[in-house]
Structures are given as C-alpha cells and as structure tokens.
C-alpha cells in the first residue's frame, strides 16, 4: 500500500518474561523494514536509501552497505537462502518497484524485476523455497497483481489478471515489514488486505493459480488501519496482527488467529497486544511454538497460539524474523535487536 511507511506453560512463561531484546550494531543509520533470519548465525537485513546488512555470527558483527545505484529506492523486504544468497524488493509506484538478487554475499546484485506497470505498487514477497516465490501488489483496475518465479528469479511471471483476487474500494496490502503475504508448505500462499471497507485474507493452494477470500475482524475501514503481517504454523494454523499505524498504542482489534487455514477468523479473548503490530511470526523449538509481534510502541510474545500476550518491552521495532528459536528484530535508525527463546528447545 502506498503508507510509505510468539514442567511446563509457567516456566517457559518466567523464562520468556524475564528475557528482552539484546540490542546490536547493524553499522548503519537507515531506517530498518525489513528482516529475514536463514539460521542461527545467518540473517539479512534491509531498509531505506538503499542499505542491507548481514551477519554470518549470530549478529556479533553486522556488515552494511548500500546497493551502488539504488540510493533512492525503500527496500521494505528481504528474503535470506542463506549467507551468500538474498532477494531484496524494493516499493514504490512504477519502477520504484524492483527485486534483486545476490549470490556473493552482497557483493553483487542483479536487478531481477522492474515493474513497468505505473499504477502499481508492489508491497511484500514471500519464498517457499531458494527458487520459488511470489509477490503481491496494490490492486490496479479492481485486481490484485500477483507475479511469481520458479527458477530463482531469473523471471518474473504475473499470474493470470482473470485468476487474481479481486479489490474493494481503497484496498492494498501493506508495505510496513514486508510480511503482509506468507507461504507454507510447496503451493500454499496468504496475504493480508486494509485500507478498504474490511481487513480481508486471500489465501491458495495451488502456488497462486486460484484464490478464496475470507473476511477478519481486524479493525479496517481508513488508509492506515487494517492486516500489517500474517503468519502461518502450518497448513491450517495461522495468525494476523496490525491495527492503526496511526494510532500505535490501542490495542482494539489488532490481533486475530484461524485453525482451519483462514477461512474463518477470531479476535483474541485474553490479554491483547500492547498496541499496533506491524509484524509477527512464529518461533519454533522442540517444546512447541510461540509467537512474537512487532510494532513501534514495542513488541510481545504469546505460547497459548495468541489467544493472550505478554509484552516483551517497549523499543519499537518494525519487522521480526526468526529461524527455530534465534530471532531479530529491525527498526529506526539502524535499529537490530536479538531474541533467543532457547527454553523452547530443551
């Protein structure tokens, strides 16, 4: 959308509240939207003028730079493979709207995507895979653009405009954290909509080829409230959080989960987010799974599937990712933080 802008339940719940972000040094001052975490050691990062960063120990030192020629592009996403390999898209009406890879490790990157089209606007991708992903933009004449590769990017196809998921009037999808769409499994594929009359989900199951959409209670109904982020466990367990991003501490309304893989949705009934959440996902470890959202006001953490939430602190963060029970999280002014849920994994 064009806003330019996780014996027993108590000890995992003592663990988890007495730990907090550990804070460290991205080497950069640009403002962060955009996380994705390959393993324990590996993560990217990305954000606006331009910049990205990565780490290969765990985040003990971070490398950053600027993409030469793209100072002027916001890269709202990133999606790791792994230390060496990396996809960054960029947002914006028409050109702006671009998707690079790298295979050195940052060193060099090939301008994969150009979007031509002027009306659009792509938000977020998503990977099932090193060589499979799919990435949704602003509705242009009522519909949805969806485009996607199967050979690691080396094309970009635009899904049937006749298959592609119907608009309502003022709906988008969110460019906050690059999480407003998620994959599961080899062909399922969710995003999340706002801005219009109601917050909606459009999922598939066939990689994209056809849609559903199921309507959310999550507050909607003006250009800045509606689903920011969306995550799935597996299949049919999945979970959606924003809200206002103008109005960052009221919690009405910003959370909801499903079990049978969207097609319905519920408000949380216990304790609620801290405030608007602009990303969220879950983490995994061998006692089971939790969630952690994100938002500008700060961010919180749930082990009962989100059905109530305890807060995790107040520095504000725009985007979140995790691989098994190591997470980072990105902000302002080159903002990273670490989470490690280890307890999980005993």
Known sequence: MRI?????????????????????????????????????????????????????????????????????LDFRDVEAVDANTAYLLSIGNGEQSRIYKTTDGGRDWKLQFTNHNEKAFFDAFAFWDARTGIAVSDPVDGKFILIKTTDGGATWKEIPRANSPSAIQGDGAFAASGTCIAVQGKRNVWFGTGGGASARVFGSTDGGLTWRDGSTPISAGNASSGIFSIAFRDARNGVIVGG??????????????????????????????????????????????????????????????????????????????????????VGENGRIGKYSAKELGR
């Not at 050691?41 to 600027?66: L, M, N």
């Not at 910003?254 to 408000?267: C, H, K, S, V, Y």
């Not at 953490?301 to 029970?325: E, I, Q």
Request: charge should be neutral; aromatic fraction near 10%; proline fraction near 2%.
């Open 4 to 72: 330019i802008f996780c014996a027993a339940l108590s000890i995992v719940l003592s663990a988890v509240g007495s730990t907090q972000w550990t804070s460290q040094s991205s080497g950069t001052t640009a403002r962060l939207r955009g996380v994705s975490a390959a393993s324990s050691t590996v993560a990217w990062a990305s954000g606006s003028g331009g910049a990205y960063a990565r780490t290969t120990d765990g985040g003990v030192s971070w490398q950053s730079s600027v993409m030469p020629g793209a100072a002027e």
């Open 244 to 329: 206002d991003y103008k109005k960052e501490n009221e919690s009405s309304n910003n959370i909801a989960t499903t079990t049978d893989g969207g097609a319905t949705w519920a408000l949380a009934k216990g304790s609620l987010l801290s405030g608007f959440r602009s990303a969220v996902t879950y983490v995994s470890g061998s006692r089971g799974s939790m969630l952690v959202a994100v938002g500008p006001s700060g961010s919180d953490y749930s082990v009962d599937n989100g059905a109530s939430w305890k807060s995790l602190g107040s520095t504000g963060y725009h985007a979140v990712s995790f691989a098994g029970p190591d997470g980072w999280a």
